[in-house]
């Protein structure tokens, strides 16, 4: 078949693998001009794991692994630690701790020939027919597909133009996080350690990880109404948030942000659809259930989603009808559970006031004044 994939994440480029590797002859759109490499670390876990492992991509994630959640420290508001993650945290077979630029190039290195990779170039239109989607694209070019799968994130086009508005869809979970590059922090004394700070409804943070180093903001929030398209929008949000804390290193990830054209900042949501399908289209990834980053496995549940997917349709002999309902059957439980998990994860990360902080220190593993 003729397939569209819209996004060229970890669920677009999973299914552009899954599906060029079955023969179909897959298209994949970016709108941005390069794959995504900016970004905290993600993580493969579970079955995702045995997904990876049938894709042949096994021994790659493993040798790109990094160990960056384990080396955690939160810090008082001079830089002094006093707690750690437990050691059982970040360090186990089944989770696996990956670059996200590592795992794209993993990825995009397995594409099959027959995969078209189109970056800077986006979906405007859908128009579905008994035999066919028509697509418009941002270019002006237009082009008919058999199917259309949308792997195109939390924010996804083509779920706005065949499912409705994304404020019909997306439950706010009561915070906004933010990510920079901080180049001056890459090669610090500590180089090891990832120190975090909090404050009555906030976080700050950097995390090192191979030779890189980026700045973490978090805050709780009502949602805030801006164009999640417009950076200099955002990083106003972020001034407005931490700009009158003086404490740690809040003012050096802040000007981090003003130096740093392509910040990731984005609220912190799910995505609760009935239905991942409609006639020739289907959703995948974020695009179509966005556990939020607080559940830290929305990269497996991209794999796991494409991996059924395409399985479902070889099954069904290429019958859609058929296929679309099989994969979001099988999809549906992890979602459910990774979507459970995040009951309280913010409230952990960003304590809101000073006695919930005290009482979220207590969790921790001490560690030695000073180090």
Not at 122 to 150: C, K, P, W
Not at 193 to 205: E, L, Q, R
């Amino acid at each position: 078949m003729k397939i569209l994939v819209s996004g060229a994440g970890v669920a677009g480029l999973s299914l552009g693998r899954d599906l060029g590797m079955r023969g179909h002859h897959v298209t994949i759109v970016e709108r941005a001009d390069r794959l995504r490499g900016n970004g905290s670390p993600i993580d493969v876990r579970g079955d995702a794991i045995e997904v990876a492992e049938k894709m042949g991509i096994l021994s790659a994630v493993r040798d790109a692994r990094i160990r960056m959640t384990e080396q955690v420290h939160f810090v008082d508001e001079n830089g002094v630690a006093y707690g750690r993650l437990p050691d059982d945290i970040g360090d186990s077979p089944d989770d696996i701790e990956i670059a996200r630029e590592d795992l794209s190039r993993i990825l995009a290195d397995t594409l099959p020939e027959i995969v078209d990779l189109r970056l800077s170039e986006s979906v405007n239109s859908i128009a579905e027919h008994d035999d066919r989607v028509d697509v418009g694209f941002a270019s002006g070019n237009s082009e008919s597909f058999d199917l259309v799968l949308g792997a195109d994130g939390m924010h996804s086009a083509v779920r706005r133009l065949v499912f409705g508005p994304e404020q019909d869809w997306i439950r706010h979970l009561g915070f906004y996080t933010a990510i920079t590059d901080m180049p001056g922090e890459a090669d610090a004394e500590a180089e090891r350690i990832n120190p975090m700070y909090s404050y009555p409804g906030h976080m700050a943070g950097i995390a090192r990880f191979k030779n890189k180093a980026i700045g973490l903001l978090m805050f709780a929030s009502d949602p805030l109404d801006y164009d999640y398209h417009d950076v200099e929008a955002q990083k106003q949000i972020l001034f407005d948030q931490f700009g009158e804390c003086r404490s740690w290193k809040v003012q050096t990830i802040l000007d981090a942000v003003r130096a740093d054209p392509d910040i990731y900042f984005d609220s912190i949501s799910q995505i609760h659809l009935p239905t991942w399908h409609r006639g020739r289209v289907a959703l995948v990834g974020d695009a179509a259930h966005c556990a939020s980053p607080l559940a830290g496995r929305g990269t497996s549940l991209a794999m796991t989603g494409a991996q059924f997917l395409a399985e479902e349709l070889d099954r069904s002999d290429g019958d859609h009808v058929t296929a679309f309902p099989r994969y979001e059957a099988r999809q549906r439980p992890y979602v459910e559970f990774a979507q459970g998990t995040v009951k309280g994860g913010g409230a952990l990360l960003v304590p809101p006031t000073e006695e919930a902080i005290v009482a979220r220190n207590q969790l921790l593993q001490p560690v030695a004044v000073g180090q």
